[in-house]
């Protein structure tokens, strides 16, 4: 069993940057796939970022790709997501994932293990 933490979140203005933390524990967590995915009231839980348990393949949503930046530190077990230049539409609750497989996806039902989630503010 692996168990996900994230912590990071808060209240930013547009802009500004945040840098969400996500502590994996459990036997085999640094050799999974992790991944980001976000989900505002009333819609659907979105893929934001993914990155393969070997870290040197990293995929982004396009709404994010050059702002955001997905990295793991598998010696820590940890993975995070810098997000810069955030703007008003990135404002959700953020959850971090994991899937016993090399590679990532972009679908949550893809995905084994899930945080509880860290919410995300940008103000305008």
């Known amino acids: 069993q692996v168990r996900m933490v994230e912590s990071g979140g808060g209240l930013v203005q547009a802009g500004g940057s945040l840098r969400l933390s996500c502590a994996a524990s459990?036997?085999?967590?640094?050799?999974?796939?992790m991944g980001w995915f976000r989900q505002a009231p009333g819609t659907d839980r979105e893929f934001v970022a993914s990155i393969y348990w070997y870290a040197s393949s990293t995929y982004y949503t396009d709404s994010v790709k050059g702002r955001f930046t997905i990295s793991r530190d598998n010696a820590k077990n940890m993975l995070y997501l810098q997000m810069n230049n955030l703007k008003p539409e990135d404002t959700a609750v953020y959850y971090c994932?994991?899937?016993?497989?090399?590679?990532?996806?972009?679908?949550?039902?893809?995905?084994?293990?899930w945080g509880q989630g860290t919410q995300v503010t940008v103000s305008s």
């Open positions: 459990g036997p085999t967590s640094s050799t999974y796939a």
């Open positions: 994932a994991a899937r016993p497989y090399y590679t990532g996806s972009e679908r949550p039902d893809e995905y084994d293990y």
